[in-house]
């Protein structure tokens, strides 16, 4: 039997370059459903599938990971979804569901298929830049009435990224949070974490970011690049977020109080930040922790949903139709600075059915 196909925006070849044209869909599966795109939005981590930045890019590649649809068919077996529901997608398609980590409802650890993060990405078939995606209805999440799609996409990366540690670490009653770096990241967890309780600190190099810091809800914005601002900081901060995407990752570690915790977000492209060198005696006596944390699993993921929901938050960004794409990941390749937190892009079905 032949594959059915599908029309997606393809990376034929590394590079930053994607073509519109046909490929092949992946089968749908008993508990799988089928998700017809509405609404896509753009993450740093595309470019890198493109750019082959991890070494695991086979080409032809359709990415995208931060997506909402409609459910358009469901496998036979499905139970959680039907024709017609509003789902969200993100980067899981499919993982064991047995093991200990699936069973928490932390499958992007999953433990199978072959050692750590054996959950299988979406991009081992065409990915949330096609008109449809199939995926096991685990991964296919609901999205409460009062959200905009529009808002929710990006959630399902960088909202589900930093939710995690912050619903981990920040359990103490007004916990200090430096944010590091103010982008696609950073700018919803200063968002999440205030809304969280959290007293926010925003860090990033320069000044340009300080307004926007604030307005997004943090208390205070640190110039990185200003020693003196940085030392007003020393010692009080409870939980870093590294949300930047290179730079100098020691300098924080002296913010941190006794007990703080820094949170490495997301995998860094290339070599830049894959070792870090630290001082095991400043890290023992100020009781300090230097941890790490994935994109979020199901439990984490349908908590964000309902938070945003609840506290009425959502992400920011620039929307446009989708054939702008393209372009948008050009701009994200040659130009990074000029593109928003966030692209937000709306298909044809979106413009059809715009009641959400
Ligand atoms: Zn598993
Ligand atoms: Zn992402």
Redesign the pocket.
């Known amino acids: 039997m032949s594959a059915d196909k599908v029309q997606a925006y393809v990376f034929e070849k590394q590079g930053a370059e994607l073509v519109r044209k046909e490929v092949d869909q992946v089968p749908l599966g008993a508990n799988d459903v089928e998700v017809d795109i509405t609404v896509v939005s753009l993450c740093h981590t595309d470019l890198s599938l493109g750019l082959n930045d991890w070494k695991v890019s086979q080409y032809p590649l359709v990415a995208g990971h931060e997506a909402v649809g409609i459910v358009s068919k469901v496998g036979s077996e499905v139970k959680s979804h039907k024709v017609g529901d509003r789902v969200a997608i993100g980067w899981m398609r499919s ?5 200990a ?2 069973n928490c409802g932390e ?1 992007s650890q ?3 298929r072959g050692g750590a993060a ?2 299988a990405l979406i991009f081992s078939g065409p990915g949330a830049f096609a008109d449809s995606v199939r995926v096991h209805e685990r991964f296919a999440f609901s999205v409460p009435e009062s959200l905009k799609s529009t808002n929710v996409a990006p959630l399902m990366c960088a909202g589900c990224t930093v939710y995690s540690p912050i619903a981990n670490y920040c359990s103490k009653p007004g916990c200090t949070v430096l944010v590091i770096g103010v982008g696609g990241l950073g700018h919803l967890a200063i968002k999440l974490a205030s809304k969280y309780g959290c007293n926010v600190i925003a860090a990033s190099r320069g000044t340009r970011k300080a307004e926007q810091a604030r307005e997004l809800g943090a208390s205070l914005y640190v110039d990185s690049t200003n020693e003196e601002e940085m030392k007003s900081i020393a010692g009080k901060v409870d939980v870093a977020l590294f949300c930047a995407s290179g730079g100098d990752v020691k300098q924080y570690f002296p913010t941190l109080s006794c007990g703080g915790t820094f949170v490495m977000l997301g995998a860094p492209p290339s070599d830049e930040l894959s070792e870090v060198s630290l001082s095991v005696v400043d890290f023992i006596f100020g009781s300090k922790k230097f941890a790490g944390s994935a994109v979020a699993g199901s439990v984490h993921t349908n908590q964000l949903l309902n938070f945003c929901a609840v506290n009425k938050v959502g992400s920011a960004g620039t929307v446009l139709p989708i054939a702008e794409l393209p372009k948008a990941m050009k701009t994200l390749h040659d130009s990074p600075k000029d593109a928003p937190f966030r692209y937000i892009f709306t298909t044809d079905k979106w413009n059809k059915e715009k009641d959400f």
């Open positions: 993982s064991c569901g047995t093991c980590r699936c499958e999953c433990l199978t054996g959950v």
